[in-house]
């Protein structure tokens, strides 16, 4: 089975809670907004997974409690993957590491993990906790379950096949699609209005209860309603919307829908509920479980991502978004990176929806036919009305704009009461421009943004005289001032938004569409596994919302790219009856359709391929995945780094079909990219990218496969020339396979150019003492004093910004498997210590060690007590801080980098603080 998170020999990998840790990125130029998970240690809580034959709560709880370790449950973990329980010790203040220790040489315990809280973990990049929110109008009351087929041309479906699966009959139907998330309005009418056995969403549960924040205790209920973050809502239509008049329709309509509610209403939930979650999705019978949730990460030995390689290894697929974090290399997130997971890119949809309010449009004459257009409400909004547009342009301004910043000029109307006045919003504010437009009488307008960002769209402010306003997008505007020059007159029929239908007008994304989206998530893992898998539509999707939050929404994030892979999942089971994880990821990635390379921060569409870290083996499609009848026995090829460099490998096609089939092989290398520019220790966003590729020699290049039979193809490669291995480039590509039946097929492969093992992650710049009270950016001279109060044993620095602690301060820049600070006494400091790993220690500064690390910032102030519990004695002290290097052996002090700080000195004053 695969092992958990061990107990390290000596102090464990046990933590102090409440030690002032944070996890933040540290990229280059990170997009702050960014949806980037942080975490942090629940006090005196920890998970236990039960030795086997020890399965038995009360019994662990009396075992516990005559230990001397009162606890009181927060949650039953009783699952045929995982039996255990997540308990909270009654006095936070014991000693933690005395406590985490002796819980683990219990009988009953076979593992013990500390309870993390984690904020920000909805993979949506729009999501509620970002701000990014637009008054589209309150929808509530007029949903209604449209009969027009909503999907022929929908993008997202179409560049996934996912339209000619549904115009074949497949919906889904039969199959049941488990969502980890914030929950569901499973009242909304277009996700079914009801919850429980024959309704859409049929199945699933509460695992949080209103009130849970992530630190108290959890509360379960039945019903995983509400959703008050709209996260889940969003994930659930994008699967199970039925037909809406708004033109989007779910991937996997047919579907039977499970939800477990396990995020807050700000997207953060703790390790616990997130285990009992998945396990509980599985428990529950769900053929295929979608994720839309992470942290950054890039271990696949995270405990979330065992937790999910265990779900895989037991049969059923697990679906999972790679995260937000993209451009750089190396960013991708837990429990996406779990092994055999399927894990997402998000590709930008060439169809970009505008969500508004719905009016119509009819030419030469307000009688006409109708067309329908979304608009955002002004203040005030429209009454109903018809009446013709009337466009600001440069010939009828002052100051040659197509805005009215200043009066309009003599050629324009002097009375504009009876026509709706087309107007750019730019170069001044709202209201300054209905003052212009009101001295030729204007009363309604329509304002345009100034450029096509979707987001520019705004609810407007006017003048005192102005009856109706409102805003629509430059794309709209377009359309209408190209009629209006041609001489063709535009009627706008408007309603009044307390009355209207919601509305969504698509405008063709041609600069990015079909792309991977600039904010996916980079793989490979810390230690070179192919990571993403496959890439789907994830960025600008019009879904479900609650309906209290206006019943619609466009989110974009690998969130929205995964819900859509886990449907096509669906839909292969419905049929194929396939349900197997190895066979699936293998059918999807080897039919997908690879996508090029965009340099987003040059805005350079390059002919080569995206590298296989950013879109996995490309776009997923559905339908050539269904009817392919070749198999390949691997869905991609590690070729890892150059220390352990694959220089031969191989693969098996098998050949399904009812005939013969000759299969050429050929090799399409995509972009290879720096890791780090040169000068930032920490994964770059804007590194730089090259054609250099490995060159693949095969035993066969043309190879003719008997109905039913096999052939085994050896791979030679050849590491890439040109590239510098400081900057770790990350090279990959794909070998072809054309068939003479038809099919083409990709297997994708990557590797490190570069040592994993050389990567430093923290050196003497950034690992060092600094006073409290100061800065942390300050190293603290050699040999300080601090005079400290008496601290007692096992407690934590008190949070007084009046002491002056000595403080650690880390910044990691890659992922380290795992720190240790190690308190070195000096002199004749007379402390006791243990000998680790070959230094002598007077025990481990609290928090430490830490495992599966990358990217965190350590600022942790300390009282003078280890983490141990262990009041050191007044003296001289260093800290030995090393780094285990990738692939190292963490009981061999010759695979760690080594850091010793400055020293510095203790002493306490006589009273305890
Ligand atoms: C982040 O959001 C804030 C407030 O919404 C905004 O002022 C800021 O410009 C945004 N930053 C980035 C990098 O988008
Ligand atoms: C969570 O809620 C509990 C009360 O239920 C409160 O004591 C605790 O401070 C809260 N924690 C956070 C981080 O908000
Ligand atoms: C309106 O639409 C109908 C049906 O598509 C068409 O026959 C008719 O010519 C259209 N009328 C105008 C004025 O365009
Ligand atoms: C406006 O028009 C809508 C639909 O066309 C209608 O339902 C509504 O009653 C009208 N409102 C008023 C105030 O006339
Ligand atoms: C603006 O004026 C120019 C020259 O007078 C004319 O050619 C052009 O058609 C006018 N444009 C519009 C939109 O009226
Ligand atoms: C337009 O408004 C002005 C006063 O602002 C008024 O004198 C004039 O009669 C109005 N014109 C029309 C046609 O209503
Ligand atoms: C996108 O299409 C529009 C209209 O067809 C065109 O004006 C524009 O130049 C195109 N943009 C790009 C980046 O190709």
């Known amino acids: 089975m695969v092992a958990y998170l061990q107990l390290l020999p000596l102090l464990g990998v046990l933590f102090a809670g409440g030690v002032h840790s944070k996890t933040s990125n540290v990229g280059d130029t990170a997009d702050a907004n960014n949806t980037v998970g942080s975490w942090d240690y629940v006090p005196g809580a920890y998970i236990i997974e039960y030795e086997q034959g020890h399965e038995n709560e009360a019994s662990l709880f009396s075992t516990l409690h005559t230990h001397g370790l009162p ?12 039996k255990g329980a997540s308990v909270q010790l009654d006095a936070v203040s014991l000693d933690p590491q005395a406590a985490s220790t002796k819980i683990a040489s219990l009988a009953p315990v076979k593992n013990v993990w500390p309870v993390m809280r984690y904020q920000n973990l909805e993979l949506g990049k729009f999501a509620s906790t970002s701000g990014v929110k637009r008054n589209v109008g309150d929808f509530s009351q007029h949903v209604s379950r449209a009969a027009a087929d909503s999907d022929t041309g929908y993008a997202p479906h179409v560049l996934t096949q996912v339209d000619k699966l549904h115009a074949e009959g497949y919906t889904g139907k039969g199959i049941r699609v488990g969502v980890i998330d914030s929950g569901v309005d499973y009242k909304h009418p277009v996700l079914g209005g009801c919850f429980g056995e024959g309704c859409i969403v049929a199945y699933g549960m509460d695992l949080i209860g209103p009130d849970f924040n992530g630190t108290n205790t959890p509360v379960p209920g039945p019903y995983p309603y509400p959703d008050c973050l709209g996260h889940g809502t969003h994930v659930s239509g994008i699967i199970a919307a039925q037909k809406n008049p708004l033109g989007f329709i779910g991937a996997a309509y047919g579907a039977t829908l499970g939800m477990y509610k396990a995020l807050d ?10 285990m009992a979650a998945f396990n509980q999705a599985y428990e529950d019978g769900s053929d295929v479980i979608s994720i839309s949730i ?8 995270d405990p979330l991502a065992v937790t999910v390689s265990r779900i895989v290894d037991a049969g ?13 290399v190396f960013s991708s997130a837990s429990p996406g990176d779990g ?4 894990n997402v890119a998000s590709i930008d949809n060439t169809e970009t929806p505008f969500l508004g309010t719905e009016a119509f449009t009819s030419l030469n004459s307000p009688s006409g ?13 429209f009454p109903n009305i018809t009446l013709p547009l009337w466009a600001v342009t440069p010939n009828t301004t002052t100051d040659g704009s197509s805005s009215a910043c200043s009066p309009l000029s003599s050629s324009a109307p002097t009375d504009l009461s009876d026509k709706i006045v087309l107007v750019q919003l730019t170069g001044c504010d709202d209201p300054t421009i209905a003052a212009n437009l009101a001295k030729n009488n204007a009363t309604y307008i329509i304002y345009y943004s100034s450029d096509d960002d979707l987001d520019d769209v705004y609810s407007v402010s006017t003048a005192p005289s102005t009856l109706g306003a409102g805003m629509v997008p430059l794309q709209q505007a377009t359309i209408w001032l190209d009629l209006l020059s041609k001489g063709t007159d535009v009627y706008a029929k408007m309603v009044d938004p307390q009355s209207a239908n919601p509305g969504a007008t698509y405008f063709p994304n041609n600069a990015t569409g079909g792309i991977v989206s600039d904010f996916s998530s980079w793989g490979p893992t810390w230690e070179a596994d192919v990571n993403p898998h496959i890439a789907t539509p994830g960025a600008s999707i019009l879904s479900t919302y609650p309906l209290n939050m206006g019943a619609y929404y466009v989110d974009s994030g690998t969130s929205m790219a995964t819900p859509l892979m886990a449907s096509i999942y669906a839909l292969i089971m419905q049929a194929r009856s396939i349900k197997d994880p190895k066979a699936l990821l293998s059918m999807v990635s080897s039919t997908a359709k690879q996508t090029k390379y965009r340099d987003s921060y040059q805005s350079i569409l390059y002919n080569d391929l995206a590298p296989v870290a950013q879109q996995g083996a490309g776009l997923a499609q559905a339908y050539d ?5 070749t198999t390949l026995s691997v869905s991609s090829i590690s070729l890892n780094d150059t220390d352990h460099f694959v220089n031969s490998t191989y693969f098996t096609i098998k050949n399904g079909a009812k005939q013969a089939v000759t299969y050429s092989i050929g090799h399409l290398p995509s972009r290879s990219r720096d890791t780090f520019k040169a000068g930032v220790s920490s994964p770059s966003q804007s590194s730089n990218s090259s054609s250099s590729a490995a060159t693949l020699t095969f035993s066969d290049t043309k190879v003719t496969v008997p109905a039913g039979g096999s052939a085994k193809i050896t791979v030679e490669v050849a590491l890439p020339q040109g590239l510098t291995k400081a900057n770790l480039p990350v090279y990959s590509g794909y070998i072809t396979l054309n068939g003479t039946n038809g099919e083409s097929l990709v297997l994708p492969y990557l590797g490190v150019f570069g040592s994993l093992s050389s990567l430093q992650g923290i050196d003497s710049s950034n690992g060092y003492i600094y006073h409290s009270t100061g800065h942390y950016w300050q190293a603290a001279p050699n040999n300080d004093i601090w005079t400290l109060p008496y601290p007692s044993v096992g407690s934590q620095p008190p949070n007084s910004a009046a002491i002056d602690f000595p403080a650690l301060y880390i910044l990691v820049t890659t992922g380290v498997p795992l720190i240790r600070a190690d308190i070195i006494p000096l002199g004749n400091t007379p402390a006791n210590t243990t000998k680790v790993l070959g230094v002598d220690t007077a025990g481990s500064f609290p928090g430490f060690p830490v495992q599966w690390v990358f990217s965190n910032i350590y600022q942790i102030p300390f009282n003078g007590v ?30 760690y980098y080594t850091v010793q700080t400055q020293s510095f000195n203790i002493k306490y004053n006589s009273t305890a603080a």
């Open 369 to 381: 036919n109708l067309t329908s257009f979304a608009w955002l409400p002004g203040t005030p909004a």
């Open 294 to 301: 992470g942290i950054y990460s890039g271990w696949k030995e």
């Open 866 to 895: 280890t983490q141990e519990g262990i009041i050191l004695p007044e003296g001289n002290y260093a800290l030995s801080l090393r780094a285990l290097k990738i692939f190292g052996d963490a009981n061999n002090s010759d695979d």
């Open 71 to 82: 606890v009181s449950k927060r949650m039953s973990l009783s699952y045929s993957l995982f």
């Open 316 to 328: 059923v697929p697990v679906v999972i978004a790679n995260g937000n974090q993209g451009p750089a």
């Open 265 to 274: 209403c700000g997207g953060g939930s703790s390790n616990d509920v997130l």
């Open 625 to 629: 995945a269904i009817h392919a009848t």
């Open 339 to 342: 092994a055999g997971v399927m």
